[in-house]
């Protein structure tokens, strides 16, 4: 996984990546991507300060794809990851 602000996350391009990413990954949420249309990031957050974020806006400008995330007590109470879904189509080369 990648360290960013307290966050870690890490982009899943398959259904078999995470797979195998969540027999190593004990709180993982349950993923129905179609990954023919779709990736997916994967955040967990490290500490109570960033405990309930969630994604508000994601967009690309360029060649840069930023994930925009706000806290919502109420989202996600019982665990430290989130998965956000996207499109393909934003999808950035390394």
């Given at each position: 996984?990648?360290?960013?602000?307290?966050?870690?996350?890490?982009?899943?391009?398959?259904?078999?990546?995470?797979?195998?990413?969540?027999?190593?990954?004990?709180?993982?949420?349950?993923?129905?991507?179609?990954?023919?249309?779709?990736?997916?990031?994967?955040?967990?957050?490290?500490?109570?300060?960033?405990?309930?974020?969630?994604?508000?806006?994601?967009?690309?400008?360029?060649?840069?794809?930023?994930?925009?995330?706000?806290?919502?007590?109420?989202?996600?109470?019982?665990?430290?990851?989130?998965?956000?879904?996207?499109?393909k189509s934003l999808q950035k080369v390394k």
């Amino acid at each position: 996984m990648t360290y960013f602000n307290n966050i870690y996350y890490k982009q899943i391009n398959s259904l078999e990546e995470y797979n195998e990413f969540k027999t190593k990954v004990f709180s993982l949420p349950e993923c129905e991507t179609n990954f023919n249309e779709n990736f997916i990031l994967v955040t967990m957050m490290e500490n109570v300060s960033t405990q309930y974020l969630v994604p508000y806006k994601i967009y690309d400008e360029n060649d840069t794809l930023y994930v925009g995330l706000i806290k919502d007590a109420s989202a996600n109470p019982n665990s430290n990851a989130i998965i956000i879904e996207i499109p393909k189509s934003l999808q950035k080369v390394k």
